[in-house]
């Protein structure tokens, strides 16, 4: 997702303090929160502006459209999740459920 500059502080915040916490009660094992590096390091480096990765672990067995069934049921939930555009103005959001590969 994109944050605008002056959303971002706040965001991280949030993040850490409530939507973190609240929202992993709902089965998710970790909620992490990473800023993507603007700044070429090497090459090929895919540079992305105010762009962050939130990356959620759960169970290997767990059912993932269960989770976001439960936040969507859930009056608190749904209020947190839709800050993410509605508060801080988050854009360009894309989802991707990644499984292991080895």
Same mark, same amino acid.
């Given at each position: 997702?994109?944050?605008?500059?002056? %959303?971002?502080? !706040?965001?991280?915040?949030?993040?850490?303090?409530?939507?973190?916490?609240?929202? !992993?009660?709902?089965?998710?094992?970790?909620?992490?929160?990473?800023?993507?590096?603007?700044?070429?390091?090497? !090459?090929?480096?895919?540079?992305?502006?105010?762009?962050?990765?939130?990356?959620?672990?759960?169970?290997?067995?767990?059912?993932?459209?269960?989770?976001?069934?439960?936040?969507?049921?859930?009056? %608190?939930?749904?209020?947190?999740?839709?800050?993410? /555009? /509605? /508060?801080?103005?988050?854009?360009?959001? /894309?989802?991707?459920?990644?499984?292991?590969?080895?």
């Amino acid at each position: 997702m994109t944050l605008p500059v002056e %959303k971002q502080v !706040g965001f991280v915040k949030w993040f850490k303090e409530i939507a973190g916490p609240n929202l !992993g009660k709902f089965g998710a094992v970790k909620h992490e929160l990473y800023k993507v590096e603007g700044e070429e390091i090497v !090459g090929r480096q895919t540079k992305e502006t105010d762009r962050f990765i939130e990356r959620v672990y759960f169970e290997d067995n767990f059912d993932i459209p269960s989770y976001f069934a439960g936040v969507k049921a859930n009056l %608190k939930a749904r209020r947190l999740s839709r800050m993410y /555009e /509605e /508060e801080f103005r988050a854009k360009d959001i /894309e989802l991707r459920v990644l499984v292991e590969a080895i």
